[in-house]
């Protein structure tokens, strides 16, 4: 196959993206295996989505539903592709989506929690996911105040769904600093909810293209990776 300079540029984003990743656990002295890249393709078309699985990425995300179905559904697309929601998702879309994605960082109420849960059970279908937290405290940033998130996970007992984690997003406009205190307090909020709920929550989903090694240096597992994979190939 001919390669274009198109699938030449994301296949060198890709490898430039993984070492960053690498540099950046290691300097924090983590294991760069722990921190998982997660592809956020929500830029781009099916065609170049499937560029990114080829370079070797697994891990691919969408913001919106019917993106994700379109990508998912697609007989062409690469197989063995881990599938995540990262954006809102609405309860009447919850069934199509389950039945593809793997991992939804972005579960925002306890009523979406509850539909995840009643199709999961009636599909007797395994469901991981994270809560998403409003890490910022504005008002324009979606996720769940960390007040109401002690009380979600203290009545969650599910067979089906497993909550394994916290998702969070650094305020628009924050600068580094501000970015890496408001990881550092999802990390805490995180431990906290372990020690109190006895409940395992290994997962933190947290760092873009803009504020990744500031997410790893506080204990990010998983980092969202949008516009940095997608340099010299998206028009501006
Ligand atoms: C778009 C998006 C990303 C990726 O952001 P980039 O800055 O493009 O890397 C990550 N997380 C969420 C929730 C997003 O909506």
Redesign the pocket.
Known sequence: MIETPQQRRIVDNWRQVVQDVSEAASKHDRDPEAVRI?A?T??VDTETTAIVARAGCRDL?E?RPQQLWKKAEDPDFPEGVNWHL??HLQRNKVRRTLRHCQLI??VDSSRLLQAIEEQARSGEQQVSILLEVNASGEDAKTGLPPGEIAAIIEQHRSEYVRLIGL?A?AGWGTNPEQARQQFAAVRELRDDLQQRSGMELPEL?MG?????REAIAEGSTMV???????EGVLSD
């Open positions: 997660i956020v929500k830029y995300a913001s990262i954006g960082h972005s998702m997003m989903s873009m293209s803009g504020d990744f969202r990776i949008g516009t940095r994979l997608f």
